[in-house]
Every structure is written in C-alpha cells, then in structure tokens.
C-alpha cells in the first residue's frame, strides 16, 4: 500500500483548530488554551475519588473548585491543593504534585479535556467567569454527595442525598421506599449563624420532604436498624 503524498513543507497548515470560549483556536502553546471544565480521578488504592474544576483563562488557571469522598487524607490534600493551582500554568498544575493520587488523577482527565477542546465553555464567547466554579454548589455552597447504603436483610438506607442528610424515610406497604425527609445542611447553617433562631428552630425551618413522604405506611430512621 502506497503512502499518502503530502506537501513537503507543513508549516502552513498547523495544528487542528479546537473551541474555545466560543472561538476556534490553533492551539500551539499552553498560553492558547482556555476554558471551564471538570476532571475526575481515583486514588492508587480506590479507596476514594475527586471532581477537580477548574477555568482557565490564557493557560493560567484562575480558580479551582477540589470536592473530594474518601479517607481523611485525601479530603485534607484538599485544602494544600486549592493552594497550590490558582496562578498556575496548565502546564505547571499537570507536573506539580497536588498531594493525593485521586487529584493528580483528576488534573489529568481535566488537562486532556481542555487540551482537546472539551470544555464546558467550548462554545460560550469569552467562556465563563472566576466565581462560576461555586455554581455547581449552588446557593447554600455544599457539595453534592450522594451516600446509600443496602443490605438483603434491612433493604436500602438513603443516607445522605443532593437534598441533604436523611433523617427519616417512607415505606409503602410493599416495604419500599416512596419519599424521605431531609434536613439541608447548608440551608441549616446559614440559620444557625443568625442568633435571632434556637438550634431547634433552625432544624425545623431546614427540614423538608421529597417524593411521597406523607403516604408512608411505615416512617423509618435509616440510622438505626
């Protein structure tokens, strides 16, 4: 099989463009490289993971949002890490050590993501501005974790969910789960913070029901058995 023939000199013709912020851009250098995205990575033994997010605006990243779940270690080489990549290079975060295996891992799958024009932002003009990383959060900026636990002799526990910590659940007659009620954690603390509202009070106002909790043959604590 004969080669293709291509024009001898290949300076001309450069690099694929990809989209950023809403532009096409031949990306030859770091500083070419812009935009808003998310990378998620595990730890050597998999025993717990990170969402990284970051934006970059001109190979800089400008800020960094490290959620973490796993062991105690990893969600502490959190807080080094949000130190250490705002001001950086894209390329600086890649071979900088960012303390947990799990983050490394992340800033990887985040790099490859920007570099191959897979960024949220790809198609938003002058893509998304510092401060949209908390966006995710939302307005009482908690994470979102979900945390169920089941067994073939209790059945399934929602422990904690996007709404918050499950205090009590809802059984239909068959013994599954229709509604639970929840207490928003972010929602209580910002109501503990106002010294007008008891503790009690405070539970109360951040306590609310999702699905059909009020139908519920049987109400159970899924903390206790």
Not at 132 to 137: I, K, Q, R, T, V
């Amino acid at each position: 099989m004969s080669c293709p023939i291509y024009p001898k000199n290949m300076e001309g013709y450069g690099p694929s463009p990809i989209p950023e912020e809403g532009g096409w851009v031949q990306s030859k250098e770091i500083k070419d490289v812009s935009g808003f995205s998310h990378g998620c990575g595990k730890c050597a033994p998999q025993q717990g993971a990170c969402k990284l997010t970051i934006n970059v605006k001109n190979g800089i990243i400008k800020e960094a949002l490290v959620e973490t779940i796993g062991c105690s270690g990893m969600t502490h080489s959190a807080a080094m890490a949000a130190e250490i990549l705002p001001g950086k290079t894209l390329l600086e975060a890649l071979n900088t050590d960012l303390v947990c295996d799990a983050i490394n891992d992340a800033m990887k799958q985040v790099f490859l993501q920007l570099v191959y024009g897979r960024s949220q932002s790809a198609f938003s003009e002058g893509g998304l501005a510092v401060g949209s990383a908390l966006e995710d959060l939302g307005k009482t900026l908690s994470s979102n974790v979900g945390t169920v636990y089941s067994n073939n002799e209790f059945g399934t526990k929602y422990l904690t969910l996007a709404e918050g910590y499950i205090t009590r659940q809802a059984l239909d007659e068959n013994g599954e789960i229709i509604g639970y009620e929840y207490v928003n954690m972010g929602t209580l603390m910002n109501y503990l913070k106002d010294e007008q509202i008891s503790p009690q009070e405070a539970i109360k106002k951040a306590t609310k029901t999702y699905g059909r909790f009020d139908e519920g043959v049987k109400i159970v604590d899924p903390r206790r058995v």
